[in-house]
């Protein structure tokens, strides 16, 4: 995805979600291109769970993650976002959620999956933050009760799209590819270094998803071209 140059790299509170504010954009049409490619990267089987992370922090998992959703939601599908990313969560900020309940607290029995559950000014998305971050979130992730949710989820959803934390620092994208369809890897522009790339496709294939496929973000903009986003498998 493009990147307008001296724009803040920071992990602000203030996010704004493109796909959501200008669906007309080239870079909203990008998101759409990344959905279609999905959909051929999965062509014998429905993706009905997916996850996207990447390598490291700050390479653009959560707004890879969140425009997705949004362009799921707009193509009509019924989509659940989770902030499974329960170490340095951010969905609450850019769908403006009090975060007072979440993952994390159906997770430990507290809540129930519609409890927990919040709408977003997004027709068609759903929105679970991740709650208060645990001390645990690894075993969180693999328990029962995480399986139990997304199966719960299946049932009202056609889509469940979880935002994760970086695969290199943690286990928890790893552990949750074992119950999710299909995995997504962001790279970024100048940040992700190769090695760490590599690694990081490493981390996931031996886990039970698909890794569908990886997004190149905040490439520079080609004046030549304007299909400047780039999608490869694997
Ligand atoms: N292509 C891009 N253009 C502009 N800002 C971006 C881009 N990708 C990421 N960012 C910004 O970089 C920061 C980190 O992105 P984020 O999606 O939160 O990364 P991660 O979830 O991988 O840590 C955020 O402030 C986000 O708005
Ligand atoms: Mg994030």
Redesign the pocket.
Same mark, same amino acid.
């Given at each position: 995805?493009?990147?307008?140059k001296n724009?803040?790299?920071?992990?602000?509170t203030v996010?704004h979600l493109i796909a959501k504010l200008n669906p007309r954009s080239p870079v909203s049409e990008q998101y759409r291109t990344v959905r279609t490619n999905l959909q051929f990267a999965s062509v014998d089987e429905e993706l009905r769970s997916i996850l996207v992370t990447?390598a490291g922090?700050? %390479?653009?998992?959560?707004? +890879?993650t969140a425009n997705l959703a949004v362009v799921y939601a707009q193509q009509g599908k019924k989509v659940l976002l989770i902030d499974a %990313?329960l170490r340095?969560p +951010?969905v609450h900020y850019t769908f403006r959620l009090d975060n007072l309940k979440g993952l994390s607290n159906v997770l430990v029995g507290e809540s129930t999956l519609e409890t927990a559950t919040n709408n977003s000014e997004v027709d068609n998305l759903d929105i679970i933050s991740s709650g208060p971050i645990p001390p645990n979130p690894s075993e969180l992730l693999a328990s029962k009760r995480m399986e139990q949710l997304l199966s719960d989820a299946k049932v009202t959803y056609d889509l469940i799209i979880f935002?994760t934390p970086?695969t290199l620092a943690v286990t928890d994208a790893q552990v949750l590819a074992n119950i999710v369809d299909g995995s997504l890897l962001?790279i970024?522009s100048k940040q992700t270094e190769l090695e760490a790339a590599i690694k990081a496709k490493e981390a996931l294939e031996p886990a039970k998803a698909k890794l569908l496929g990886t997004v190149l973000?905040?490439r520079e903009k080609d004046k030549s071209n304007n299909y400047y986003y780039y999608y490869g498998n694997n």
């Amino acid at each position: 995805m493009a990147r307008k140059k001296n724009q803040s790299k920071k992990n602000s509170t203030v996010r704004h979600l493109i796909a959501k504010l200008n669906p007309r954009s080239p870079v909203s049409e990008q998101y759409r291109t990344v959905r279609t490619n999905l959909q051929f990267a999965s062509v014998d089987e429905e993706l009905r769970s997916i996850l996207v992370t990447s390598a490291g922090p700050t %390479d653009g998992k959560s707004m +890879t993650t969140a425009n997705l959703a949004v362009v799921y939601a707009q193509q009509g599908k019924k989509v659940l976002l989770i902030d499974a %990313d329960l170490r340095k969560p +951010t969905v609450h900020y850019t769908f403006r959620l009090d975060n007072l309940k979440g993952l994390s607290n159906v997770l430990v029995g507290e809540s129930t999956l519609e409890t927990a559950t919040n709408n977003s000014e997004v027709d068609n998305l759903d929105i679970i933050s991740s709650g208060p971050i645990p001390p645990n979130p690894s075993e969180l992730l693999a328990s029962k009760r995480m399986e139990q949710l997304l199966s719960d989820a299946k049932v009202t959803y056609d889509l469940i799209i979880f935002d994760t934390p970086p695969t290199l620092a943690v286990t928890d994208a790893q552990v949750l590819a074992n119950i999710v369809d299909g995995s997504l890897l962001v790279i970024r522009s100048k940040q992700t270094e190769l090695e760490a790339a590599i690694k990081a496709k490493e981390a996931l294939e031996p886990a039970k998803a698909k890794l569908l496929g990886t997004v190149l973000n905040d490439r520079e903009k080609d004046k030549s071209n304007n299909y400047y986003y780039y999608y490869g498998n694997n």
